[in-house]
């Protein structure tokens, strides 16, 4: 089992950037894919970005490519999200997850406890 506390979520200017950091316990989590979602209110869990577990290849939602960077740090068990030239549309409630990877969110076992993020125009 693993543990994810996600945080770097929070208030900005559209056009702005945020680095969300997801935070992991359990010594296999590097073994894991890592996935970000997003939620706004009214809508559907949607895919952001994942990372696979072995090398690192990433793959990101066609709403989100060339804005979006995602990443990891072995040493320190964590994964990266950094969002640049955020859009009003960015605005939702972002969740990491760990699991099998993939767009599909059934595919994650072990999820964050999500940071909001708000692009206010």
């Known amino acids: 089992q693993v543990q994810l506390v996600d945080s770097g979520g929070g208030l900005v200017q559209a056009g702005g950037s945020l680095r969300l950091s997801c935070a992991a316990s359990g010594r296999t989590f590097r073994s894991y894919a890592m996935g970000w979602f997003r939620q706004a209110p009214g809508k559907e869990r949607e895919f952001v970005a994942a990372i696979s577990g072995g090398l690192g290849a990433a793959v990101y939602a066609d709403s989100v490519k060339g804005r979006f960077n995602i990443s990891r740090d072995n040493a320190k068990n964590t994964r990266y999200l950094k969002m640049n030239s955020l859009k009003t549309e960015d605005t939702a409630v972002y969740y990491c997850?760990?699991?099998?990877?993939?767009?599909?969110?059934?595919?994650?076992?072990?999820w964050g406890q999500g940071t909001q993020v708000t692009a206010a125009s």
């Open positions: 997850a760990a699991g099998r990877g993939g767009t599909y969110y059934r595919r994650y076992d072990n």
